[in-house]
């Protein structure tokens, strides 16, 4: 059974720091880009990177490019993203999710709250 | 970018109704790259769609998808209870981009 659990979210202030991760398991992970999608409370979804199977591509949203890094440990099946200089509006569940047709479930999401 | 409409942003149907949901495009979705997601309160948004037209494995035949270029739409053939949800479309080019979705409810 293919699962994606997303961990590391939490309260973090205005400019800090925080490290998501997504443990994937039950399908070959490095065969597979990785994507993280956010919906802030209440609010529709936004895409926020993507990175290539390799690791060797990424992509991110102008809304969070030069802040947060996304990467991937292929020997560990775990998507991780990397989140800096924090804005109140990063606010959000973010969802680790497979690229693929085969419409596997996304992850129940990790919380990410940012407050002074 | 590409920036993606979604119409109507509520849309209020009786169950056994046909729902139909429009996505545009602010430029050419390349290779159709369109996919629609379902989401239910409190519950994960699933795939429905992708390719514009393609229905994922398991989702009932009601569910279709057509469109090409700029121009997509779902079309729900007849409401069950179940489909009262909020719907999004997304085109998985890069950078990718969510429409802000279409909530169906209950007339």
């Known amino acids: 059974e293919v699962q994606l659990l997303e961990s590391g979210g939490g309260l973090a202030q205005p400019g800090g720091s925080l490290r998501l991760s997504c443990a994937a398991s039950g399908f070959t992970f490095s065969s597979y880009t990785m994507t993280w999608v956010r919906q802030a409370p209440g609010k529709g979804l936004e895409w926020v990177s993507s990175i290539s199977g390799t690791g060797g591509t990424t992509y991110y949203a102008d809304s969070v490019k030069g802040r947060f890094t996304i990467s991937r440990d292929n020997s560990k099946n775990t998507l991780y993203l990397h989140m800096n200089s924090l804005k109140v509006e990063d606010t959000a569940i973010y969802y680790c999710?497979?690229?693929?047709?085969?419409?596997?479930?996304w992850g129940q999401g990790t919380l990410v709250t940012v407050s002074s | 970018e590409i920036v993606l409409t979604q119409s109507p942003g509520t849309l209020s149907l009786s169950p056994g109704e046909r729902a139909t949901l429009s996505c545009r495009a602010s430029q050419s979705v390349r290779s159709n790259y369109l996919a629609w997601y379902q989401q239910k309160p409190g519950q994960v948004p699933r795939l429905l769609i992708y390719g514009a037209s393609s229905r994922v494995t398991g989702i009932p035949d009601r569910f279709s998808g057509s469109g090409s270029g700029t121009d997509f739409t779902l079309t729900i053939s007849r409401l069950e209870p179940e489909d009262f949800a909020v719907y999004y479309c997304q085109q998985y080019g890069n950078p990718r981009t969510f429409g802000q979705g279409t909530k169906l409810e209950i007339k």
């Open positions: 999710a497979k690229d693929g047709t085969d419409g596997t479930p």
